[in-house]
Structures are given as C-alpha cells and as structure tokens.
Nanobody, 113 residues
Framework: QVQLVESGGGLVQPGGSLRLSCLAS????????MSWVRQAPGKGLEWVST????????NYANSVKGRFTISRDNAKNTLYLQMNSLKPGDTAVYYC??????RGQGTQVTVSS
C-alpha cells in the first residue's frame, strides 16, 4: 500500500530555514508528480508546490515562491522541500501528496520567536 512518511519539521525563528523530507513506498515513485500541501491551524489545505515525475518541472504557490524549493531523488524514493526565509504565516502541518489524494501523516512546522 502507499506510504508517505514526512520528517524534518520543527520550531524555527522567523527568517530561519528547514528542510522537509518525504519517504515514499508502495508505488512507483518515479512515475508520479508529487506535491507538498500544508494546513495551518483552523484553515483548510493549501497547495504549496508540485514537481513533475522527472524532477525537471516545478510550480509554487505565490506565497512561497522565491523562498521554498521542491526537489526529489527518485533513486531514494524521497521528496524534499527546502524552506528558507520562513515567516510566522508558514506555520502549518506539511504533507507530501501523491495524485489521487494519498498523503502522509504530516510534519509540524512552527515559525515563532
């Protein structure tokens, strides 16, 4: 079965950086576009970024463009999200997502001084 396991979240000060990882199993990772989505407290799911199956095409939400970088290592079945210049508004649970709605359990990112 599909398994997506996120890691790398934590508490960081404004302006800081974090790198999230998502280890995928149970499907052919290299055949699927993959995304990061997030859910802030009391709000709905927000799309953050998508990378195509080959890793050479990316898209970002305007709110993170220029600060976040999505990448993948198909040999390691792993999706990444490098987050720089973090803001309090980035506080959320971050999920990696596969087409069809599969998501992991999420990793909490809290940006606060």
């Amino acid at each position: 079965q599909v398994q997506l396991v996120e890691s790398g979240g934590g508490l960081v000060q404004p302006g800081g950086s974090l790198r999230l990882s998502c280890l995928a199993s149970g499907f052919t990772f290299s055949s699927f576009d993959m995304s990061w989505v997030r859910q802030a407290p009391g709000k709905g799911l927000e799309w953050v970024s998508t990378i195509n199956d080959a890793g050479d095409g990316v898209n970002y939400a305007n709110s993170v463009k220029g600060r976040f970088t999505i990448s993948r290592d198909n040999a390691k079945n792993t999706l990444y999200l490098q987050m720089n210049s973090l803001k309090p508004g980035d506080t959320a649970v971050y999920y990696c997502s596969k087409p069809g709605g599969d998501r992991g359990q999420g990793t909490q990112v809290t940006v606060s001084s």
